[in-house]
């Protein structure tokens, strides 16, 4: 049995992927040493070191042709103790850990290692609620706790808050979305802005609480973030530092009112405008929420095939997009934001934005129009953090095994970013033979351009070129000084490389400092 998901088809691994399978230096009979240890730390059911399991874990979506990201296995402890004892074996026998909460990182790697021979840590079955204070609207969790989970618990606790998913948040933990700097579409949409204390356990067993976690008798470490002195939590995110065991986090108190937007826009150049338009309002608040612009193409791969669309040669061309989009009844962009609060205060602001948008030229719709539409309904779940599912049909883009991997740079909130970014994305993208499939989510200041780049994973040079493609994308983005605000574990030695020499030696030398063995998660953000 494999925790990773359903076991895969039991089709061999090739010579290279299982010499690649072992831990770096480590010969094979040292390695089932350890794995006995493991099994007695943990039990002989929750150590996975077979094929099988092996093929289960690296379901990546990401493209992999050389086996540089095969893992040795698995372990999945059931609590903090056994997290200790696991990391007090691995620094004597070396054997890098690769943590995960619920290993659906869509888009990043899902469960796999950012090298070959780590062993995944993954501790979906430490998944308890530990807290939730109803007065104060804030949780405790643990690594394994789901997005639906704490949905259930809300609804069956009838308690008046809402928790803000990523997108496929029914199975994807709050732990591993937090850490990773995820976003969602609420008010409360940016994850670790809204994040509050964490305990963490560093290589050497240390068990570190930070903010106010650690005062004796205190009751405000979900409470108050910065405690005293420098500022740790930050150092834990996106990094290989320590291991998260537990996260707190701040949810949002449920609205009397809740009324969500589209607008329609039908030109792909009304992205500029649209964005000027959003981001007064994002910075007085009178858009609240983590606005989505989604591209035509990004929403139609949620709910169709490939083929369902074009059968031509070639990328899907423009007037193909927009004529599918027409009778969708969406634009070549749609922007999606929503207002909270009394019907009153709703009221008093909808005319404010309606009339800003509609002078770009797009219209302004409401459930009034667009009710029962998917596309509607699916960004009207999320901004008001509901559980959809759809975004997982952008890897069956492509019909056969999906491959769909993110690249996500960040720039200015400005109309003339968005459209520079549209512009090389697409000249890269269709050179490739790619879709351009793209999303603009924007928060305050800034917005995060998320694109997509779906392939055939069944396809060797399909898979070549995706990964090439990629490369040249975060290379010319970088030139432009648009860098990744994450990345999959396939690129993330290219992304560090352009945050310059001096954040990667600070980094390098925290690492050497706190885990002097590189035990946890090498390579990760391109941290040995
Ligand atoms: P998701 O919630 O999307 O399934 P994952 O579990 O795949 O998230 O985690 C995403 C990434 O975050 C992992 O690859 C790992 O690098 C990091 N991570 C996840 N959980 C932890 C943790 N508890 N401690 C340290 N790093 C973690």
Redesign the pocket.
């Known amino acids: 049995m494999a925790i990773g998901g359903a076991v895969a088809s039991t089709a061999a691994l090739t010579p290279l992927v299982r010499a690649r399978m072992m831990p770096q230096d480590m010969d094979r009979d040292v390695f089932a040493g350890v794995v006995r240890e493991l099994r007695a730390i943990v039990g002989d059911e929750w150590v996975f070191a077979d094929e099988a399991s092996t093929i289960s874990y690296r379901k990546s979506g990401i493209p992999d042709l050389r086996g540089e990201h095969v893992p040795s296995g698995a372990v999945a402890p059931a609590n903090v103790e056994q997290v200790q004892a696991i990391l007090a074996l691995a620094n004597r026998y070396r054997l890098p850990l ?8 869509m888009g990043y ?3 796999t290692p950012a090298s070959s021979g780590q062993m995944i840590l993954d ?1 979906k079955r430490m998944n308890r609620i530990l807290d939730f204070d109803a007065e104060l609207g804030t949780i405790l969790v643990e ?1 394994g706790v789901t997005y639906q989970q704490i949905h259930d618990y809300i609804e069956d606790n009838d308690l008046p808050y809402w928790v803000d998913v990523p997108t496929v948040g029914p199975i ?2 709050m ?3 937090t ?2 700097r995820g976003v969602g579409y609420t008010p409360y949409g940016d994850h670790f802005f809204m994040q509050c204390g964490m305990e963490v356990v560093l290589a050497d067993g240390t068990i570190l609480k930070t903010g106010m976690g650690s005062i004796e008798n205190g009751n405000t470490w979900q409470a108050f973030k910065w405690g005293y002195g420098p500022y740790l939590d930050g150092i834990f995110t996106q990094s290989n530092f ?4 537990k996260l707190g986090m701040w949810l949002m108190p449920k609205p009397p009112a809740y009324k969500p937007f589209m607008v329609r826009s039908p030109n792909v150049e009304d992205v500029a405008a649209i964005t000027d338009t959003i981001r007064p309002f994002r910075m007085n608040n009178l858009i609240p929420n983590g606005v989505l612009i989604m591209g035509a193409l990004y929403q139609m791969s949620m709910f169709n095939r490939r083929a369902d669309l074009w059968d031509g040669e070639g990328v899907i061309p423009l007037d193909v997009i927009q004529r599918h989009a027409r009778a969708n009844d969406i634009g070549m962009w749609n922007t999606f934001y929503a207002l909270y609060g009394t019907d009153e205060i709703i009221a008093a602001i909808e005319p404010i934005l309606t009339a800003a948008f509609e002078a770009t030229g797009a219209d302004v719709l409401t459930e009034a129009e667009m009710g029962g539409n998917p596309y509607f309904e699916h960004n009207k779940t999320l901004m008001r953090g509901g559980m959809t599912l759809e975004e997982k049909g952008l890897v069956r883009w492509w019909g056969r095994s999906g491959g769909a991997v993110a690249f996500a740079p960040v720039a200015p909130a400005k109309g003339g970013e968005t459209i520079g970014q549209t512009q090389l994305a697409t000249e890269i993208m269709n050179k490739w033979g790619f879709d351009y499939a793209p999303a603009y989510a924007v928060g305050g200041r800034e917005l995060h351009h998320i694109i997509f780049l779906m392939f055939d994973k069944g396809d060797d040079e399909h898979s070549a070129k995706a990964e090439q493609c990629m490369e040249e994308m975060i290379t010319r983005f970088g030139e432009r000084g648009w860098a990744a605000y994450r990345s999959s574990v396939s690129t993330m030695d290219l992304v560090a490389d352009q945050y310059g020499a001096a954040n990667r030696e600070v980094n390098a030398r925290i690492k050497q400092a706190l885990d002097p063995n590189h035990i946890i ?1 090498p390579g ?1 953000q391109g941290i040995a």
Not at 98 to 105: D, E, H, L, Q, V
Not at 242 to 245: K, Y
């Open positions: 690769w943590p995960i909460s619920t290993g659906k990182n790697g899902m469960a501790l690594p994807v933990s732990m591993g979305n850490l990773e320590g291991i998260v065991t998660a990760k």
